[in-house]
């Protein structure tokens, strides 16, 4: 029997927007034909690679990998008579060649393909004959193929040398196959026939060139599907990717022959090409096969992490590292102050030990050196995950938490039996993170370090638009469709159509978009483009590119083709920096206060010497008083509804209780419900339980629940008498309930031979299995606490300057408008954009005398806090009194950021063409600026009071005038200042509050009398400074409907506590943040909070009420609610939804029907329930998850606030 | 020079490709493949279901001794054979 065929140019779906299948499957079929080789050769990139050698490894067959790159156009026109003109879109728009890499060619192949990607624009690789020559290695081999580690060139029908041939110029074909020939040592003719018009007769002409002239000729079959039916897709992606629609003209192809086809398939088409020819026939198949053997390479030499030992591309940092890393961690010990600790030492020589033997030094060194420039910029920087639990990285400095003081183990970082690389990940501001990576790069140059990419695929939305893109719908009909999906995988749209809600009210699955819903579905998963990772970070040495290939991304910065999975596996180590917005916040804040009052803030130190220095202890009660009352809108990790419920529950008072109420919140935790035993026993309800007495040690902490993966790798080794690192690899197999069951077999005979009897195993078992793959590292947590804890700190310290940062940076979950409630409720006043006064951001306003510096260190020696937890009088209303936050530049629509610097460049200004001349705002923005208030002060006005007052000017007046501003400047912004033909510039500069309501002092050629124009109303200013601000500045929104809610007896959310657990009231405010997190019925459950001005109210959706609520509950933006209260804790309580309404409806029925016909409305019985459908995902511990949780629902903004109605132009204003 | 035709015919194929069809009542025998290619249809235009694929020979083929090429094109949604046009 004949040799299996090898394909040797196949494109998988990593060639973004052309290919369709994965890796995995390409090489699954290709081992069911029986086939030995396998190429993979994505365009323009290695993206796949990893994949595909794994894949092939998996499946037992030799992988070659190549690339297939667009030809640089050739400066020369086309010969003369020739067709001038390349067709844009379509096969015919670009040649493109197919490079191999010989069997040890790799790090030449990734050279070239980071040389293609610089040459070219970005993201569209080039190359040229002398490119592609210069790193295709030297002459040699047998067969006319090249050295060793060199690279092959295909040249098939779509090369250079392909169109010739097609175009019947044979001797300008034979030309460029010389200059091919002169060019790279290695160049072979690649035949393709897919049966398409004149694919056979280019190919024979192909075939007959290459024997004229000597060169090897191999068969292909361009393979770009799994299966021939898969051509729809490609010819969507087609389409998607040249932005076109549907049209022969456009599509690469016209058969649906370039699929992976079998042995035989293939010998076909050679006896097609051959003319039945039996030698030819026999002599194309065999040189095909000879060159796919002289490219197979061994999976090992990309897959660096499955030789033994790892074979680690380790960063170089000019000596040896070993007794460097001893020095520095023997100095940090001193420094520390751990010299004489007995603990410390012992903890540091096992860390040292596993760190030399894996050969690590040099990485713990790199990345120190990492951190401490990042902090030398002034950057906050701190640690986060499994990092932490390391002595190493504290006491080299690369993160501030003491693993030993919290009880963190290394092994969850860094152990012998784990087989990955450890992964250190640090924090840092998001707003620097980026000035971050330029400094490393800038420190260790980009041949030493790049950034991780990651693909973005195909989701329901992007599916759908590109899909519908194809088929020529209208623009806005596809922003409609797409929008109306929440944001679920794009496998699950024809079924979310049945099985939510919302979508099944929509009509969208009767609206005759089956095909299209159904292609999309198709391109679930496919890459869609490659985008930076957000924190990934290389480190590697010079060596680096020849691991892997590396292109630009968006910002310019070195990208490597590999995703964070690749990278591991190709042996390369990696310092994740994730820009964090909460750092951020905390940065801003700090800068506020000692702007605003003088005070400096150690926020990382918690006490200290220097008297004008304001230090954070831990242990702050007033802090905490404040999360007790679960005051914590704004606040890092325990702001959301669940959170506040919980932390009001568990009333943390010490930095521990924070790192158990992180770790609780958390799905592993929640799914097998440790929450209610770890609260009941907290709060003495309950003996704590332990499964056996000597588990005591490890559960203490958290009264026998086991919350953290530390307490898994505890009992795991008490229990079977083993080491940490051999818990942690039990632990690590938890994940997969087959792994659950291996890790059965080996703990429990391990656990009774170590004298545990069967009941106590038994019960430790239980507990194991049910905590799974879940629960959260301590480690992880610890780091999460810190900021956590010091956010609440500067929130009950210094609100005014916390509210300004988390405004500025938007760490959090919430809309601005929310955080400006909490902070009116705060007792922070907001002051309104004023063009004087108004900063590029958020600024603190202190309203009356400076307050003296509130350092106290003297509290600290206060004496040990009392046993029992006091719970003090909290009053949120005194937190920031006496200080205010002005409304910034930034927060106003469409304003770009030159004109900020220029805004604020240019303060102060003395009238609206002062600011119109100086400021040179666009004039939409100036015309926002005015109608939000930013001249009020300027020119003395006061909207809000009667409607109309001749004589007196108005906003609407100087809306006017700008129009006259703009006519009479000359047209377009201008690199100088604005000048005008009939402008002069006014010689009495005063400010005009002398004449508030006088002619402006400019020489207008227009006469505009102020008062011309009716003043806004009040909630027409509410409404512009919502569509303006996304903030209700100068009054909350719900206010205008106080009459209605009165009427309807609903209840405010301050009077909610009053309530009697059980009773149904009416509830309404501004929806401010909807949730469906995974819960542990398998329900999709809706969260919703909506804020009413005096605090938020938190709404449970449960399926049953769905059917009529979902629609209103994600498309309302004001709402009304019916539901029953539920008491949460003591100061806590949230709400079971029974029925909702959009609010601004009910308002519309009020004005025009009364109020009766809205009582009606509210009494309605829902009609018959409907829930949510899809099949549950169940856990073997009975978690069952929807599989709709955890996605953000589709949010709709709001337009107008109220329903316009004959007569009335709004709510009358109370 | 090469007429266009249209016309349904009758064929017999042996592994996927024609050997003998009738056309105006008469047999002809195929001698000879000279290409073979394969048009997908624009099946967004076209309705739900296969959209079909034609699939077109260029043959020699004659009823007797005299040979004449004729273009055959097989189409997989409708099942049938057309005659396309011939050259004699």
């Known amino acids: ?1214 | 020079m090469s007429r266009l035709y249209g016309d349904p015919i009758e064929v017999w194929t042996r592994d996927g490709e024609p050997i003998q069809f009738v056309w105006r009542d008469r047999l002809y025998l195929v001698r000879r493949v000279l290409d073979h290619w394969v048009v997908a249809r624009e099946w967004w235009k076209t309705s739900e279901g296969d959209p079909g694929e034609r699939r077109f020979w260029r043959v020699d083929a004659g009823p007797g001794r005299e040979v004449g090429s004729y273009e055959l094109r097989y189409d997989t949604a409708a099942n049938g054979w057309l005659l396309l046009r011939a050259w004699d």
């Open chain 1, 1 to 1214: 029997m004949a040799p299996p065929f090898p394909h040797l140019h196949v494109c998988s779906a990593y060639s973004m927007r052309y290919g369709t299948a994965f890796p995995q499957a390409l090489a699954q079929r290709a081992a069911e034909h029986g086939m030995d080789i396998l190429a993979l050769t994505d365009r323009d990139g290695l993206y796949g690679a990893v994949k595909h050698v794994q894949a092939c490894a998996d499946a037992g067959i030799a992988p070659v990998v190549g690339v297939d790159l667009a030809l640089d156009a050739p400066p020369a026109g086309p010969a003369p008579g020739m067709r001038a003109e390349r067709p844009r879109t379509g096969p015919e728009a670009e040649d493109r060649v197919t490079v191999l890499a010989r069997g040890e060619g790799w790090s030449r192949l990734a050279r070239l393909v980071t040389a293609a990607h610089r040459a070219g624009e970005r993201g569209r690789p080039k190359v040229t004959r002398e490119l592609v020559g210069a790193w295709a290695g030297g002459p040699g081999g047998e067969h006319g193929f090249g050295a060793d580690d060199g690279l092959v060139v295909l040249l098939g029908p779509r090369s250079d040398v392909g169109r010739a041939v097609a175009a019947r110029r044979d001797e300008h074909a034979r030309t460029l196959l010389g200059l091919w020939r002169a060019a790279v040592p290695a160049v072979v003719i690649e035949l393709v026939d897919q049966y398409g018009f004149r694919d056979a007769t280019t190919a024979v002409r192909m075939l007959g060139l290459a024997e004229s002239m000597g060169v090897p000729a191999v068969l292909t079959n361009a393979v770009r599907y799994l299966d021939p039916a898969d051509h729809q897709v490609g010819d969507v992606l087609d389409a998607a990717r040249q932005l076109v629609p549907l049209h022969p003209r456009h599509l690469d192809r016209t058969t649906s022959h370039a699929y992976l086809k079998s042995t035989k398939e293939m010998w076909q088409v050679a006896a097609k090409v051959c003319g039945a020819d039996r030698t030819r026939v026999g002599r194309l198949l065999f040189t095909t096969r000879r060159l796919a053997e002289a490219c197979a390479m061994d999976p090992l030499r990309l897959l660096a992490l499955r030789n033994d030992p790892p074979d680690l591309h380790l960063p170089e940092i000019g000596r040896d590292p070993v007794p460097l890393l001893r020095h520095r961690v023997e100095d940090g010990l001193l420094r520390r102050g751990l010299g004489r600790d007995a603990d410390a030492r012992r903890r540091l020589g096992e860390e040292m030990t596993i760190i030399e033997r894996k050969r690590l030094s040099g990485y713990f060194i790199a990345v120190a050196g990492i951190t401490d420039m990042i902090r030398g910029m002034g950057v906050r920087c701190a640690i986060r995950g499994s990092g932490a639990g390391s002595l190493v990285n504290y006491l080299i400095g690369i993160g501030e938490v003491n693993p030993l003081d919290h009880g963190l183990l290394m092994e969850r970082f860094l152990s012998e039996g784990r087989v990955g690389l450890p992964d250190i990940d640090v924090d840092v501001e998001s707003a620097r993170r980026l000035d971050c990576y330029r400094a490393i790069f800038d420190r260790y140059g980009e041949d030493r370090v790049a950034c991780v990419s990651m693909m973005e695929t195909y989701r329901a939305r992007s599916a759908i638009r590109d899909v519908a893109g194809a088929m020529g719908l209208p623009p806005h009909e596809i922003d409609t469709i797409a929008k109306a999906f929440p944001h679920i995988r794009a496998r699950q749209i024809t079924a979310s159509l049945a099985d939510l809600p919302e979508l099944r009210g929509s009509r969208l699955g009767d609206a005759g978009l089956d095909r299209v819903f159904r292609l999309a579905e198709r391109l679930d998963g496919l890459p869609r483009h490659i985008a930076l990772h957000p924190c990934g970070v290389l480190v590697g040495n010079s060596g680096l590119l020849d691991r892997t290939p590396v292109e630009r991304s968006l910002l310019e910065f070195p990208m490597s083709q590999f995703d964070k999975e690749d990278v591991e596996e190709a042996g390369l180590l990696k310092l994740d920096v994730l820009g964090v917005r909460m750092q951020s916040a905390l940065a801003y804040a700090l800068g506020e206060v000692k702007r605003v009052d003088g005070v400096t803030v150690e926020l990382d130190a918690q006490r200290g010497e220097d008297p004008d220095v304001q230090y954070v202890p831990h242990d702050d009660q007033e802090t905490y008083d404040m999360i007790c009352a679960a005051r914590t809108i704004g606040c890092f990790q325990i702001e959301s509804p669940g959170q506040r419920e919980l932390v009001a529950k568990l009333e943390p008072r010490a930095m521990h209780d924070l790192i158990v109420d992180i770790s609780l919140f958390r799905p592993g935790p929640v799914n097998s419900d440790m929450i209610t035993p770890y609260l009941e026993a907290r709060q003495g309800w309950r003996q704590p339980h332990y499964p056996h007495e000597r588990l005591r040690e490890a559960l203490r902490e958290t009264h026998g629940v086991v919350v953290f993966h530390e307490q898994v790798l505890k009992i795991i080794s008490v229990m079977t008498g083993r080491d940490l690192s051999f818990a942690e690899l039990l632990r690590r197999t938890l994940g997969t309930p087959e792994g659950r069951e291996r890790v059965r077999k080996t703990f429990v005979p391990l656990a009774r031979a170590n004298g545990f009897d069967d009941a106590a195993v038994d019960r430790a078992w239980r507990v194991l299995d049910a905590f799974g793959g879940f629960g959260f590292c301590k480690a992880h947590a610890a780091a999460f606490a810190l900021p956590t804890y010091q956010s609440a700190w500067l929130k009950r310290h210094h609100a005014a300057a916390f509210f300004a940062g988390v405004l500025t940076h938007d760490p959090g979950m919430y809309p601005s408008r929310v955080i400006v409630d909490e902070a009116r409720q705060c007792g922070v006043k907001i002051l309104p954009l004023d063009v004087n006064k108004s900063g590029k951001d958020w600024r603190v306003e202190r309203l009356g005398p400076r307050v003296p510096v509130r350092v106290r260190p003297d509290r600290l020696a206060a004496g040990p806090r009392d046993a029992q937890p006091r719970r003090r009088e909290f009053r949120a209303e005194d937190l920031g009194k006496g200080y205010a936050l002005r409304v910034p530049f930034s927060a106003v629509k469409g304003v770009s950021e030159a004109e900020v610097e220029r805004m604020v460049a240019g303060q102060p200004y003395t009238s609206l063409a002062d600011f119109w001349d100086r400021a040179r705002p666009s004039r939409p923005v100036i015309e926002r600026i005015v109608q939000v208030g930013g001249l009020d002060a300027l020119h003395d006005l006061r909207p809000g009071g009667p409607r109309w007052k001749p004589g007196e000017l108005t906003r609407r007046d100087l809306i006017a005038r700008i129009g006259a501003l703009e006519r009479s400047s000359a047209s377009g912004v201008r690199a100088g200042p604005r000048a005008s033909k009939h402008y002069t510039r006014p010689l009495e500069t005063r400010p005009s509050e002398t004449q508030p309501s006088a002619q402006l002092p400019l020489g207008f050629t227009e006469h505009l009398p102020p008062g011309e124009l009716p003043e806004m109303t009040e909630a027409e200013m509410v409404e512009a400074e919502l569509e303006i601000l996304g903030i209700d500045v100068s009054r909350h929104v719900i206010s205008f409907h106080d009459e209605l809610l009165d009427l309807l007896g609903v209840v405010r959310a301050r009077d909610l506590l009053r309530r009697r657990n059980g009773s149904e009231v009416l509830v309404a405010g501004v929806k401010v943040a909807t949730q469906t997190p995974a819960v542990r019925s398998g329900q999709r459950v809706i969260f919703t909070t909506l804020d009413d001005s005096t605090g938020p109210i938190d709404l449970t959706f449960f399926e049953s009420v769905q059917g009529h609520c979902a629609a209103t509950v994600f498309g309302a933006w004001l709402m009304l609610a019916k539901g029953v209260v539920r008491r949460t804790g003591v100061r806590a309580v949230s709400l079971r939804a029974v029925d909702c309404w959009d609010l601004a409806d009910l308002d519309g029925l009020w004005r025009s029907q009364g109020i009766d016909a809205v009582r009606d409305l509210l009494s309605r019985t829902p009609g018959e329930p409907a829930g949510v459908g899809g099949r549950r995902i169940e856990y073997p511990n009975g978690f069952r998850l929807s599989p709709y949780s955890d996605i953000a629902p589709a949010v709709t903004p709001p337009r107008r606030l109220w329903h316009a109605s004959p007569g009335s132009s709004g709510p009358t204003a109370a």
